[in-house]
């Protein structure tokens, strides 16, 4: 088999991950490699947000299939067309990357009034300008400068000039640092150094949805080719599945690659939770849809819905507040209530929070927070080759259960205390549930209410408790409580 793609670093790397989980399944297999600059290689001149319609960087590789130079072209999907040619078919590779983009700051322009960031992008370039001023720990302007080139030579040239910010496709750095080829060492090398010497922080899914299919390859092949059954065996149907509605969804805007819009689709294991934002003929749109597996069964009176906001909290400071974290530390912050004071000094110390609200609200009192897990827990947090040997803390309140945190130590930092009676949970016939604490309270108080009623949470860790006590059949997903009452009222 040979397999063509265009002859930068991370297309040749893409290339060898797609050769390499074929070689596993079929082990006697032969692979060749076809490499070819594309157009849009070769002419850096071409202003991408002027050429109407993507394919500046794989219509070249048609006529190569065509002509038999190539049995099957990998690309990374977000530069093909939307509409495919008639010739091929397009499966998706086996998994996909990270979606989020990465954003870095020069450590000498923090603080600073003004910002000059790179990027060609006028999607970034739009959702900077809405978004970030609520991210960052001080107020600033922002501006835009052009950056063309493959991702190493971008690296350089952000390096070598004045500006103070870069924006680059997680998925591209996780590329190139998993390489193992020794030719990549220098590239690596300057990956690295770009982290030690910048600010960083990884953009929210929820606030910066990302270009359609970014994260995911393509894999392009004559519709007649006797390969197609064995590239069927390694196509991931999810990934295509939330591929196929990002750019369907763009495709009913336009489709251009030059249109500040946005639109990815996470596959979670319950459903689908699918971001958009961009500007449409001036007009801006945002949204967040939750697209379940399984649908609610029925529609409710209010009075059959017991909802997590009706409970009043109290929240209480457990003295003390002080945490002097390890040198190196990586931290999960649960609410802006859990966040120790004095965590912020500490420069080596990586932050998320678990919500974008907890990260707003951290920003607006100076903290540098390097991402955000969307409210869906430890599986969606951003993943780095530096931070396995970091020692890991999970900052929240005494009640939180310390089962699913994987290799972080809970931290308790304030108390919890709701105000609920058996009475409460009496005839309902579903509960949504906005904390496992909540309803473990809810639970010893009257399960038997709890038992043979539908149960409701969120995306995140709340799950996991209410699954040890509830069958599956019995529980469903949403966004958050307006979305699932939307779903659920009559």
């Given at each position: 088999m040979i397999i063509g793609s265009r002859k930068s670093d991370l297309a040749v790397i893409q290339a060898q991950s797609i050769a390499e989980v074929l070689q596993l399944q079929n082990p006697h297999l032969q692979i060749q490699f076809f490499q070819r600059p594309s157009m849009g290689d070769l002419n850096l001149d071409i202003d991408l947000n002027k050429t109407g319609s993507k394919g500046v960087f794989t219509a070249d590789f048609v006529e190569h299939l065509q002509k038999g130079d190539c049995d099957v072209v990998v690309h990374s999907w977000k530069d093909l067309p939307i509409d495919s040619h008639p010739e091929f078919k397009v499966l998706s590779g086996p998994y996909r990357e990270d979606q989020r983009d990465i954003l870095f700051l020069k450590r000498a322009s923090d603080k600073k009034s003004h910002l000059k960031i790179l990027t060609s992008s006028p999607r970034r370039e739009f959702q900077l300008q809405e978004n970030l001023k609520d991210l960052l720990p001080f107020q600033a302007e922002i501006s835009f400068q052009s950056i063309r080139g493959n991702i190493p030579t971008r690296f350089k040239k952000y390096l070598d000039s004045d500006a103070d910010g870069f924006v680059v496709a997680k998925a591209a750095v996780d590329r190139l640092m998993g390489a193992s080829s020794e030719s990549y060492a220098e590239i690596q090398k300057q990956i690295q150094n770009v982290f030690s010497q910048c600010l960083w922080m990884v953009l929210p899914l929820s606030e910066f949805p990302t270009a359609a299919a970014q994260g995911a390859l393509a894999l392009e092949v004559p519709v007649q080719s006797s390969i197609l059954p064995t590239l069927k065996k390694i196509s991931n149907l999810q990934v295509a599945e939330c591929v196929e509605l990002e750019r369907q969804t763009h495709k009913s805007y336009g489709g251009g690659c030059h249109q500040a819009m946005g639109f990815s689709a996470l596959a979670l294991s319950e459903g689908i939770l699918f971001f958009t934002s961009g500007q449409d003929e001036g007009l801006n749109f945002k949204t967040q849809e939750w697209?379940?597996?399984?649908?609610?069964?029925?529609?409710?009176?209010?009075?059959?819905?017991?909802?997590?906001?009706?409970?009043?909290?109290?929240?209480?400071?457990?003295?003390?507040?002080?945490?002097?974290?390890?040198?190196?530390?990586?931290?999960?912050?649960?609410?802006?209530?859990?966040?120790?004071?004095?965590?912020?000094?500490?420069?080596?110390?990586?932050?998320?929070?678990?919500?974008?609200?907890?990260?707003?609200?951290?920003?607006?009192?100076?903290?540098?927070?390097?991402?955000?897990?969307?409210?869906?827990?430890l599986d969606h947090k951003p993943e780095f080759w530096f931070l396995k040997s970091y020692s890991k803390y999970w900052f929240t309140h005494a009640e939180a259960s310390s089962e699913h945190l994987?290799?972080?130590?809970?931290?308790?930092?304030?108390?919890?205390?709701?105000?609920?009676?058996?009475?409460?949970?009496?005839?309902?016939?579903?509960?949504?549930?906005?904390?496992?604490?909540?309803?473990?309270?809810?639970?010893?108080?009257?399960?038997?209410?709890?038992?043979?009623?539908?149960?409701?949470?969120?995306?995140?860790?709340?799950?996991?408790?209410?699954?040890?006590?509830?069958?599956?059949?019995?529980?469903?997903?949403?966004?958050?409580?307006q979305e699932f009452l939307q779903r659920a009222l009559l």
């Open positions: 697209r379940p597996k399984r649908n609610l069964p029925a529609r409710f009176q209010l009075q059959e819905i017991f909802l997590s906001s009706t409970v009043k909290v109290q929240r209480t400071t457990t003295p003390p507040v002080s945490f002097k974290a390890d040198h190196y530390s990586e931290c999960v912050i649960s609410r802006f209530e859990a966040f120790p004071k004095d965590l912020g000094a500490n420069p080596n110390a990586v932050i998320w929070a678990a919500g974008t609200k907890t990260w707003k609200k951290l920003a607006a009192q100076g903290t540098w927070v390097h991402g955000s897990l969307d409210g869906l827990g994987g290799d972080f130590t809970k931290v308790p930092m304030y108390k919890v205390n709701y105000t609920l009676e058996a009475g409460d949970l009496e005839n309902k016939k579903i509960f949504f549930w906005s904390s496992a604490e909540l309803f473990h309270k809810a639970w010893k108080l009257n399960s038997a209410a709890l038992k043979p009623a539908l149960h409701v949470c969120g995306l995140g860790r709340t799950s996991w408790a209410i699954k040890s006590l509830i069958p599956d059949a019995q529980m469903y997903y949403a966004l958050d409580e």
